[in-house]
């Protein structure tokens, strides 16, 4: 109990950043899924070429590798105003929510195209019957149909989000898993240090594959 009243309260608050940074994080992942979705159905080649190459490069590059690229490359060549105020403003914590953010994009983007081809061809020809444009019947019908189907897929990504946040602790964001090396560091109580931050991260897996399952229940297209 004594290790939970020091140094609980260090713990908890890397909880808190993990979650800040999930939130964040996926936010974003979510708002580029759905762009690159919508570029893609858009039919001009040259613009699903390049939609095609980001997603091979994010979902083939190592998701550390992206959050140096974005920490100490990106970062690098703005100008030097820029930097010392990022720098002010915990620039880590943005650039790799950023890096995060891109890679699970790309897989968003994926999952949401699974929930597109899983629409029956119908759903549209319905929609432009009812007197819906190709983009009106996409944002009324197809696409929230498609989100729907894309729940679960999009619940797992969510976990394996939150676990990826634990790979920002390299560039000094002081989340769940730094703030755990931190404390195992200082008391030596390696089992207790890990073994309480495991916990918290079983706990937060269960609470968004819970979530995601009630959802997915609530927001079920009667008849699939």
Do not use: C
């Amino acid at each position: 109990m004594n290790f939970l009243s020091e140094y609980g309260p260090l713990l908890w608050a890397g909880l808190e950043l993990t979650l800040l940074l999930s939130v964040v994080s996926w936010a974003l992942a979510f708002v580029v899924g759905i762009l690159l979705t919508l570029i893609r159905l858009a039919g001009f080649r040259p613009s699903s070429f390049f939609v095609l190459a980001f997603i091979e490069y994010q979902r083939n590059v190592p998701p550390l590798v992206h959050i140096f690229l974005w920490y100490f490359g990106v970062a690098n060549i703005l100008p030097f105003e820029m930097q010392d105020w990022i720098n002010e403003h915990h620039g880590e914590f943005w650039f790799a929510a950023i890096a995060i953010g891109l890679y699970y994009g790309a897989y968003i983007s994926e999952d949401i195209r699974s929930g597109l081809r899983s629409v029956p061809p119908g759903q549209m020809e319905a929609a432009r019957a009812l007197g819906l444009g190709r983009f009106g019947a996409m944002r009324r019908v197809i696409l929230p149909q498609a989100l729907r189907i894309a729940i679960p897929p999009l619940t797992s990504g969510a976990v394996m989000l939150v676990k990826t946040t634990g790979l920002a602790m390299v560039i000094g964001v002081t989340e769940l898993t730094y703030a755990t090396k931190d404390v195992a560091n200082k008391t030596f109580q390696i089992f207790e240090s890990y073994g309480i931050s495991t916990a918290m991260y079983v706990l937060v897996a269960l609470v968004l594959l819970a979530f995601g399952g009630w959802v997915a229940g609530h927001t079920r297209i009667k008849g699939r």
